[in-house]
């Protein structure tokens, strides 16, 4: 199946600074990107939606000036966390939906991020 | 997308078939039954998907009643590796964001 990655699968920093996180579709290429926020024994909650060369689309109570989302090329995009705080410590994972396919998603592997 | 309900938790016997229902009573004529499942601390992982017709793949089977309104994921000989939360997912096929439930919490004991 497809391959996606990200990096890096896990973070730690300090309160007040940036994180950014990769995803990539490595051998496919992906108009559009997802990422998804996962507490502590909850399920997937999806943030914005990411699509190649254009703004992201925000779920509602995401903000988008904490949380910039760039999708430069048909195989990256990136998640920054800014000003991070203790709350936004959480498990990060994007999937990428195949271009041209039918509507499959391949998911990465996540990103553990814990803010001190 | 439709709503989906399904077990908080199960547990079965290695080597043993797991059967996992779910209902979506609300689906539409256009929506598929997608099934993914997640082991701890890892990205979740496509399973299999079907429109009305029964499924198999190498992983699983999937089972779709005629009329639609549930469906039942079989792993056919459950392995402690299978130990994971299995999620349901009915939408559109080639839509946009997967909506992830609760899913079911499977345990497979030796």
């Known amino acids: 199946g497809a391959v996606v990655s990200q990096h890096p699968s896990r973070v730690i920093c300090k309160s007040g600074t940036s994180v950014k996180i990769e995803c990539r579709s490595l051998?496919?290429?992906?108009?559009?990107m997802f990422w998804y926020r996962q507490f502590p024994k909850q399920s997937l909650m999806l943030m914005a939606t990411?699509?190649?060369?254009?703004?992201?689309?925000?779920e509602q109570g995401v903000e988008k000036d904490k949380f910039l989302i760039n999708h430069a090329s048909l195989t990256l995009s990136t998640l920054t966390v800014t000003s991070a705080h203790p709350e936004d410590s959480s498990f990060y994972i994007c999937?990428?939906?195949?271009?041209?396919?039918?509507?499959?998603?391949?998911f990465g592997p996540g990103t553990r991020l814990t803010v001190t | 997308d439709a709503k989906t309900t399904q077990p908080t938790s199960m547990d079965c016997a290695e080597g043993r078939a797991a059967n996992l229902p779910c209902n979506h009573s609300?689906?539409?004529?256009?929506?598929?039954v997608y099934w993914y499942r997640q082991i701890h601390s890892q990205g979740p992982q496509y399973i299999i998907h079907?429109?009305?017709n029964n499924e198999t793949n190498e992983m699983a089977s999937l089972i779709i009643t005629e009329d639609r309104k549930s469906s039942t994921l079989i792993l056919p000989h459950a392995t402690l590796r299978d130990t994971a939360v299995y999620y349901c997912?009915?939408?559109?096929?080639?839509?946009?964001?997967?909506?992830f439930g609760g899913g079911t919490r499977l345990m497979v004991k030796p």
């Open positions: 999937s990428a939906r195949v271009q041209g396919g039918r509507g499959e998603q391949y």
């Open positions: 051998d496919f290429q992906a108009t559009t």
């Open positions: 990411s699509n190649e060369g254009s703004k992201a689309t925000y």
């Open positions: 609300t689906i539409s004529g256009n929506e598929y």
């Open positions: 079907g429109l009305k």
């Open positions: 997912i009915v939408r559109v096929n080639a839509g946009n964001m997967l909506t």
